[in-house]
Nanobody
Framework: QVQLTESGGGSVQAGGSLKLSCVAS????????MGWFRQVPGNQREAVAN????????TYTNSVKGRFTITYDNALNTLYLQMNSLKPEDTGMYYC???????????????WGQGTQVTVSS
């Protein structure tokens, strides 16, 4: 079992910044992959930023490259998403995800936080 607790969402104007946090606990083998997904009403969850903390590798969806940064603090078991130069199209519910792989997470075979809303106004 893995527990994920998120914080840090909110409302900002375009061009602003937000930082999301996700505290993880539980089975470390089930959270070799960690990432942030975004969901807007009527759409499926989309992987926005991905990380394998034990490797230090990161990937991003094209729309956020150069603006978002995903990091992991091993001492605090906390995943972060620094979001800069926010755009209205970044609006959505952001979920922290943990799984053995990104593939497992996208197939729903993983663990999810409760979600935190990010709203960017123009």
């Amino acid at each position: 079992q893995v527990q994920l607790t998120e914080s840090g969402g909110g409302s900002v104007q375009a061009g602003g910044s937000l930082k999301l946090s996700c505290v993880a606990s539980g089975d470390s083998a089930s959270r070799k992959y960690m990432g942030w997904f975004r969901q807007v009403p009527g759409n499926q969850r989309e992987a926005v930023a991905n990380m394998y903390p034990f490797l230090g590798t990161t990937t991003y969806t094209n729309s956020v490259k150069g603006r978002f940064t995903i990091t992991y603090d091993n001492a605090l078991n906390t995943l972060y998403l620094q979001m800069n130069s926010l755009k209205p199209e970044d609006t959505g519910m952001y979920y922290c995800a943990a799984a053995r792989t990104l593939s497992d997470a996208t197939r729903g075979r993983g663990y999810w936080g409760q979600g935190t809303q990010v709203t960017v106004s123009s």
